[in-house]
């Protein structure tokens, strides 16, 4: 089973830049779908945007696109989303996620707050 620690979140005022990282242990990262969602205080969760194993492909959100990267460097199991030109509407808990043969596993979780 694929264990996934995030990290890197924070405070940062708007228009700033954050970038977070998630590492998988456990399982097969190479070949499996990554992906960034958030979860802001009572709305649903969101896809934030997945790259697809080989890291060639990705998609995102449209309230992100043009804004946020993902990426990933598979011989370190890590995947990363890094956020430029942060909004206060980008505030939310931000958790990584790997598609396995059961679905999507899930990271913890980490808080990014912008300021306005």
């Known amino acids: 089973q694929v264990r996934l620690v995030e990290s890197g979140g924070g405070l940062v005022q708007a228009g700033g830049s954050l970038q977070l990282s998630c590492v998988a242990s456990g399982g097969i990262f190479s070949s499996s779908t990554a992906a960034w969602f958030r979860q802001a205080p009572g709305k649903e969760r969101e896809l934030v945007g997945r790259?697809?194993?080989?890291?060639?492909?990705?998609d995102y959100a449209d309230t992100v696109k043009g804004r946020f990267t993902i990426f990933r460097d598979n011989s370190k199991n890590t995947v990363y989303l890094q956020m430029d030109s942060l909004k206060p509407e980008d505030t939310a808990v931000y958790s990584c996620?790997?598609?396995?043969?059961?679905?999507?596993?899930w990271g913890q979780g980490t808080q990014v707050t912008v300021s306005s």
């Open positions: 790259c697809y194993w080989h890291g060639a492909s990705t």
């Open positions: 996620a790997v598609m396995t043969t059961r679905g999507w596993s």
